[in-house]
């Protein structure tokens, strides 16, 4: 399975922005699909993830303002993210994976070559 993440860019604070994961390979219909994202000397945090039957996991500082979504009959993987903050700032990479823990990267067997999201002040 190959990962293509895309949707990154500047926004001012407030504003909005969506990410797309688009998977290529095989399907990815029964993965647990998830975002994470790295900021500059940071390590890899986990943002959002989906289950193959919808249910969602945010991380606490998301909650209400990002939404995870999944199209399985496009292989295809969202985040909406609303009301960004300058702390939302990072590269967000998308993963998926069969199983393990969800909040943990090392679970994750497949990575896309992430996307930078930069939120200005």
């Known amino acids: 399975v190959q990962l293509q993440a895309s949707g990154g860019g500047l926004v001012q604070a407030g504003g909005s922005l969506r990410l797309s994961c688009a998977a290529s390979?095989?399907?990815?219909?029964?993965?647990?699909m998830a975002w994470f994202r790295q900021a500059p000397g940071q390590e890899r945090d986990f943002v959002a993830a989906?289950?193959?039957?919808?249910?969602?996991y945010y991380r606490d500082s998301v909650k209400g303002r990002f939404n995870i979504s999944r199209d399985n009959g496009q292989n295809m993987m969202y985040l909406q993210m609303n009301s960004l903050k300058p702390e939302d700032t990072a590269v967000y990479y998308c993963?998926?994976?069969?199983?393990?823990?969800?909040?943990?990267?090392?679970?994750?067997?497949?990575w896309g070559q992430g996307t930078l999201v930069t939120v200005s002040s």
């Open positions: 993963a998926g994976r069969l199983s393990g823990s969800v909040y943990s990267p090392s679970s994750y067997t497949t």
């Open positions: 989906i289950g193959w039957s919808g249910g969602r």
């Open positions: 390979g095989r399907t990815v219909s029964s993965y647990v």
